[in-house]
């Protein structure tokens, strides 16, 4: 490609690049707060790996809050230099206080969907008893704690649609406090359930009680930092004490795996899904409840694909998966014949990739994805096509769950120019009707997304998503943040968010590249950015930015990338191995240290994506591209604002405190490597939103000064 040439820089070119921006120009070097170090050094097979800031991963500890006080202290002074910094927040706030609806669905004869009036730190869950009723608040998170950092994390209506289980996590956590409200008087029943990270439950077919999943009880000192290992689905009868809760299955042979159960609608059958920690593959069993003296037989035994249930009508149990297509596909089968010689296809796999699939009203919903975007297909029960689904535009759906008898069901779409709509879909006529739609104070006329495709190192097609003013002119002065994830079947799909209609009204353009490892295509696109192929992963992201760069919509000095959880881990590594690329990044709550991930939290269960550092071969790919570990001394790397947040128990905040410490340690040039380290806040979900806009109020400062906007 003829852009490779360009981007052969040597090291003075580099830094001359880096240093066009206020950050560097305007700066000396700083000094950066003493890390607590230790002199650990670890043996992997043979080979030795210092690891001297280990007293990190506690982030309770002295020195840590100690450390973490200076760096952010450090981060507020660096911030306070950008310009016009108090009205960013300004923006960032009218642009959030708009009216949002989402999560409508229906269950029994009552309606229920989540409320924002614009500046609620947390979303309201309304009650409708029809349609064109008034609404009523059912759980008002709000009112759990003042500063909005308790939320509602997950629930599910009874089968009579009389009862609601509902969970409240505290500060971003992902440990779940099960309630159980009525739903006609807003009371609670006594029962409460702990030690769950599931984010539903599912109801007995009598609503007398519901099966969830558990951990084991974890010590008091490792709340935050506790393997998710052990898990066991236990029934819970109302009224009783969760003590006297019955085991219903659990893998004393794998205590790495994860299940979870599911009671059938109109069936007496219970599906159990076990996910052995590859993405993309689980085994199924199944429990005949009519019957009190059976017992859990298997369904499918080996992991090998992914098969989710989508209703069971009499003994015939629907499947989406992706046995035998990639891309996926419907079957059918006899659950007292299970065999493989027994199965029935109902819808073929497709060129677009299958997503998710519901049945309702005597219809098959198929909800695929064709290029990153959303598409929607209704069938028969049998396979036969009735017709699209017309959506508003190229954006992304999230449907509701709907019920066998419902005549119809709701999803909400949105794009990055679209603000979010929430429509009703008539299941027999394949109509849809906006219902409900807040006013954003953005103008969507004046934007425009457009869907670019370009070449990977190795000639692989990456389609990216590039958002931004109407009439951009490619002269490669444009501001731009470049996103991705690229991992665990995971797509990345367009969507409103007020931050991305800030930047682009700022001038900014918005880039979003599909990296291999997502969903985009099916398995084998995840497939090929898991365990040994990760690099093809760092490697997409860095053709996106090379694409942006030759065909101008931007430049070096004016290019800042950004990623999340397993998106922070892309930034590290393509940070590392492409310094001179990028005029500014931005990690977020990011898996820095590939050699230790797997020791905390969910951890155990990311090793089927990247592997483990316990296999000799496998810690080897890992060793080659972990953030913490790549690390150069010396390097003049670009400006970087690390982000993570204290009570991250998905992703310990260690990871991000660790690679901040080192990367401080081995930055050569003026550039700053700044921290900020929320309080009361995890990995993202549940998130109040005034921490929302304070948090991208700084990050939009940061690349103020960074970009030179």
């Known amino acids: 490609m003829v852009l490779a040439k360009n981007l052969l820089l040597t090291g003075g070119a580099a830094l001359l690049l880096c240093a066009q921006t206020p950050l560097v120009k305007n700066m000396k070097r700083i000094e950066y707060p003493p890390a607590p170090k230790t002199d650990q050094i670890d043996d992997y097979h043979g080979s030795k790996v210092a690891d001297p800031y280990r007293t990190l991963e506690n982030a309770d500890s002295p020195e840590t809050q100690k450390w973490i006080d200076e760096e952010n202290a450090l981060t507020a002074s660096v911030l306070a230099q950008a310009p016009d910094r108090e009205k960013i927040r300004q923006h960032l706030t009218e642009l959030w206080n ?3 609806f989402g999560g409508f669905f229906k269950a029994g004869d009552r309606y229920f969907y989540f ?47 009389r009862l609601m289980a509902y969970a409240v996590a505290q500060a971003g956590s992902d440990w779940n406090e099960w309630h159980v409200r009525e739903v006609s008087t807003g009371k609670d029943l006594p029962d ?18 519901f099966y969830y999943a558990r951990f084991p009880e974890a010590p008091p000192d490792r709340l935050l930092s506790v393997s998710s290992l052990n898990q066991k689905i236990y ?4 009224g009783n004490d969760q003590k006297a809760d019955r085991l219903v299955y659990e893998r004393t042979d794998h205590s790495d795996w994860l299940s979870g159960a599911g009671v059938m609608e109109g069936s007496n059958v219970l599906m159990i899904d076990t996910f052995p920690g590859v993405y993309g593959q689980n085994l199924l069993a199944w429990r005949d409840l009519a019957d009190p003296a059976s017992k859990v037989q298997d369904l499918i035994a080996a992991p090998e694909h992914e098969y989710s249930p989508i209703a069971v009508l009499g003994t015939t149990l629907y499947l989406r998966t992706n046995d035998g297509a990639p891309r996926g596909r419907v079957i059918a089968l006899d659950l007292h014949r299970p065999d493989r010689a027994h199965w029935k296809e109902i819808v073929p796999q497709r060129e677009e990739t299958l ?52 005549r119809e069901m709701f999803y909400t779409f949105s794009g990055y120019t679209i603000p979010p709509g929430v429509y009703r879909l008539d299941l027999q006529t394949g109509k849809s009707t906006l219902i ?26 990456i389609p990216m998503f590039v958002s931004a003013r109407k009439g951009l002119k490619l002269d490669g002065s444009n501001p731009t943040l470049l996103y991705a994830y690229g991992g665990f079947d995971i797509a990345v799909t367009p ?3 007020p931050y991305i209609a800030a930047w682009m009204e700022m001038g900014g353009v918005m880039a979003v590249a599909n990296l291999r490892g997502g969903s985009e295509y099916g398995e084998a696109w995840h497939q090929a950015g ?9 490697d997409d992201f860095i053709a996106a930015a090379e694409t942006l760069i030759a065909e101008r919509y931007t430049s070096t000095p004016k290019l800042a990338i950004f990623g999340a959880s397993n998106g922070g881990l892309l930034i590290g590594a393509v940070l590392n191995q492409r310094s001179e690329l990028f005029g500014a990044a931005m990690p977020a709550v990011g898996v820095m240290d590939m050699l230790r991930f797997h020791k905390f939290g969910f951890g155990a269960q990311w090793t089927g994506e990247y592997g483990s550092p316990d296999n000799p071969q496998e810690f080897k790919v890992l060793r080659a591209y972990s953030p913490l570990h790549n690390i150069k001394i010396g390097t003049a790397y670009p400006p970087v604002l690390i982000t993570t947040a204290d009570h991250d128990d998905r992703v310990i905040p260690g990871h991000s405190l660790k690679y901040a410490a080192a990367l401080q340690a081995a930055q050569e040039g003026p550039a700053p490597i700044l921290i900020r380290v929320e309080t009361r806040a995890g990995h993202g979900a549940g998130k109040p939103v005034s921490k929302l806009i304070d948090e991208w109020a700084d990050r939009f400062a940061f690349l103020r000064l960074a970009l030179k906007m």
């Open 98 to 100: 708009y009216e949002t």
């Open 115 to 161: 409320h924002n009036t614009g500046l609620q730190n947390q979303s309201v869950l309304n009650v409708l008893d029809s349609l064109t009723g008034s609404p009523r608040v059912l759980i008002d998170p709000n009112t759990y704690r003042q500063d909005g950092t308790a939320a509602l994390n997950g629930q599910t209506v009874s089968w009579n649609g």
């Open 192 to 209: 409460v359930i702990l030690w769950s990270k599931d984010e539903s439950v599912s109801w007995a077919t009598d609503d007398t009680g």
């Open 235 to 238: 029934y819970h009868r109302l």
């Open 355 to 406: 997503e998710d699939v519901y049945m309702a009203g005597d219809r098959l919903l198929l909800s695929y994805m064709k290029d990153a975007h959303s598409a929607a297909v209704l069938t028969t029960l049998e396979g036969e096509a009735v017709g699209d689904v017309e959506l508003p535009g190229l954006g992304t759906v999230s449907w509701s769950a709907a019920r066998l008898r419902d």
């Open 436 to 461: 409900r739609q807040g006013k954003a104070a953005f103008d969507a006329n004046a934007f425009e997304t457009r869907q670019i495709f370009y070449q990977s190192k190795d000639g692989t097609r």
């Open 495 to 497: 969507g409103y968010t």
């Open 530 to 538: 898991m365990r040994e192929k990760k690099q093809n992963v760092f």
